[in-house]
């Protein structure tokens, strides 16, 4: 039982996100849906023995998609969205309950989580070039989260070498192909794959 309300949970969720990427980027990203659709309900299937109860699972879920809709705002260009969408991430982080986790890992979650809050809180109320900032770090910070909680979905991490003065600066993507949240219409297509999770 605990796995068919996993799997629909997983296909809600696959649905809102293919919708919300699929009207905002156009038809670029139609092709590459169905295969991560596919991807998502195989990996849950294969994690049904993870020690996270099924709210915690959607919980984290929820961030994540709440993390990708302010990338994409980022990507777009859409400052106004941004913060929106920066106020929505921050209400989602402030509902994560770490309780499930061990000790150590509910720390670092409640560390993680914590700073991700602030930052999403700050691009809630920014310009876009300092939520691009807080959005560098914010990044690090779901990396890490991941890291711990896991996620059904095929996540990529991606780099643009010259972001920040050229110190560089990642970012998670739910779609192999760059669009650079960093730099928006000026360089959409810098930056590089540094590694797929799941």
């Not at 994540?64 to 990338?71: G, H, P, R, V």
């Not at 930052?119 to 914010?138: M, N, P, V, W, Y």
């Amino acid at each position: 039982m605990k796995s068919v309300k996993r799997t629909m949970s997983t296909m809600a969720l696959a649905a809102v996100m293919i919708a919300t990427v699929s009207c905002k980027d156009g038809n670029k990203k139609e092709a590459t849906t169905p295969v991560s659709t596919e991807m998502h309900q195989e990996t849950m299937d294969d994690k049904t023995d993870m020690t996270m109860g099924n709210s915690q699972d959607a919980k984290a879920e929820t961030i994540l998609t709440a993390y990708f809709n302010l990338k994409d705002a980022l990507v777009n260009d859409d400052n106004s969205q941004a913060k929106e969408l920066g106020n929505t991430l921050a209400q989602s982080l402030k509902s994560f309950d770490a309780s499930s986790y061990s000790d150590d890992e509910q720390n670092e979650l409640n560390d993680i989580i914590e700073d991700a809050t602030e930052h999403a809180e700050h691009i809630g109320e920014s310009d876009i070039k300092h939520q691009r900032e807080h959005f560098k770090t914010l990044s690090k910070d779901m990396t890490d989260m991941v890291a711990i909680t896991g996620t059904s979905m095929t996540i990529y991490e991606q780099y643009c070498p010259m972001y920040d003065n050229n110190k560089g600066g990642a970012w998670l993507s739910m779609n192999e192909e760059i669009r650079n949240p960093y730099f928006g219409d000026k360089m959409l297509t810098c930056g590089k794959v540094q590694r797929e999770i799941n």
